[in-house]
């Protein structure tokens, strides 16, 4: 969440640098402010209140050894402890609705982004060159049917529309990707973590996907008790609350995590004639990389995990281009985001396999995520986090870049040590 004395300083600043994120949050950040003035007003009356009890109750003693009258303190008493509840009530009201409409704002963006939104994107650099064919080539999907690296149709047939099953080749291959993105983050001394698959609200709130986005993840209910788990739409959504409500020490920043888990999301909403096969899904594998630092390091973090991901990509062989968002297509909880974009000849465009992000202190906020200096300061750590990568996008990619006249697909050969050595995969 934003910090309360950042919007109390400048809150038409902070106005204009929501409205660049294309939202309107005037009214609510006015309301912030009316709430932490009456929060403010409410635990002062408390505190004063508290303070004259103390002191009429130390006074009650005295009073009855002198034989005075003590019915007019204990009237006073009452008085006091019907408005300290009453003050009580007020401030769990004020607290709440505190709460949450801080909890609604987004994150800031960083003020080099351009205002508006996905039209304003800018792309920065290009690598390689768009591939080309001398025949007419393939969709993916044909060739994953043709190959039998997919089974679409018993995909759907055990989980809906939206879902796919990796067969034979295709497995191994999905695989093959999956180690290739694990050995390279470990060569960099990346931590490998394996987190639960299933989280508590807690989890989503922290890194910034609850409660606006709660109603866009697979719930689950548990029949034993009152408690809900929903299960991850990324790895991001664990590896934001590994210390949430902690103190690190600043000899341990930064911290560098990668993770791999299956994604789930419900996607709502339609999917364009484009589309059709694996490009967009439920449920999707992914790698995610995910950083800790001190607020002073999170620019050169940010660079770090950006040329990790288009190590990635150009390992693999493909053209693509890095593209920083402007302020309106970066997620909310983010302040700044790249994207790496890379061409599915199919699909007549660029289409991201990465997006490398960072939220500043916007998560360590909301999840109490702090570190101590060596001068025993303490402060919100920054946190940051990449695709490092998905493979929904990078597998029909891959297939239809590398295939050949005669249907089948040549294997990149950052992946053949994991296939036993094959170079080509070609139809039985």
């Known amino acids: 969440m934003l910090d309360i004395k950042r919007i109390k300083e400048n809150p038409e600043a902070v106005k204009a640098g929501l409205r660049a994120k294309e939202c309107d949050c005037d009214a609510t950040v006015d309301r912030i402010l009316e709430l932490d003035a009456q929060r403010r007003a409410l635990i002062a009356d408390t505190e004063a209140r508290k303070a004259r009890q103390n002191k009429v109750s130390k006074e009650i003693p005295a009073m009855k050894k002198a034989g005075k009258d003590v019915a007019p303190i204990f009237a006073e008493m009452a008085e006091l402890k019907a408005g300290l509840a009453e003050d009580a009530a007020k401030l769990d009201a004020v607290l709440a609705e505190y709460r949450t409409a801080m909890l609604s704002l987004p994150n800031l963006p960083d003020p080099d982004l351009a205002p508006g939104g996905k039209e304003n994107n800018q792309p920065l650099r290009y690598f390689g060159e768009p591939h080309q064919f001398d025949f007419p080539p393939k969709h993916h999907v044909d060739l994953c049917l043709d190959l039998g690296l997919i089974d679409y149709e018993r995909g759907t047939k055990l989980a809906g529309s939206g879902f796919w099953m990796y067969t034979g080749m295709g497995a191994r291959l999905e695989w093959a990707l999956l180690n290739y993105f694990i050995d390279t ?25 609850f409660p606006k986005f709660a109603d866009e993840v697979y719930k689950i209910a548990n029949p034993t008790d009152d408690r809900v788990h929903y299960m991850l739409p990324t790895a991001e959504a664990a590896l934001a609350s590994v210390y949430r409500d902690e103190i690190l020490a600043e000899k341990d920043l930064p911290k560098k995590f990668f993770s791999y888990t299956p994604c789930f999301r419900r996607e709502a909403g339609s999917h364009r004639a484009d589309e059709r096969g694996m490009v967009r899904g439920h449920q999707f594998n992914k790698v995610e990389m995910f950083q800790f630092t001190r607020p002073e390091d999170s620019d050169a973090a940010f660079d770090e995990l950006v040329a990790k991901a288009e190590n990635l990509v150009k390992g693999l062989g493909f053209h693509f281009r890095t593209v920083k968002l ?103």
């Not at 639960?196 to 996907?209: N, V, W």
Request: proline share 4%.
């Open 185 to 209: 983050h470990v060569a960099d001394g990346y931590e490998f973590i394996l987190p639960p698959h299933m989280l508590e609200y807690q989890c989503g709130e922290t890194a910034g996907q």
């Open 326 to 428: 402007a302020a309106g297509d970066c997620s909310a909880s983010m302040a700044r985001t790249y994207d790496i974009e890379i061409q599915i000849p199919s699909m007549n465009g660029y289409k991201e396999v990465s997006s490398v992000s960072n939220a500043r202190d916007y998560q360590a906020r909301r999840g109490n995520i702090r570190f101590r200096r060596e001068d025993g300061k303490i402060e919100y750590v920054h946190t940051l986090n990449g695709s490092g990568l998905a493979t929904s996008r990078i597998f029909p990619a891959m297939v239809e870049q590398n295939q050949l006249a005669d249907g089948s697909i040549v294997v990149p050969e950052c992946l053949r040590k994991y296939l036993g050595g094959i170079e080509r995969i070609e139809k039985k």
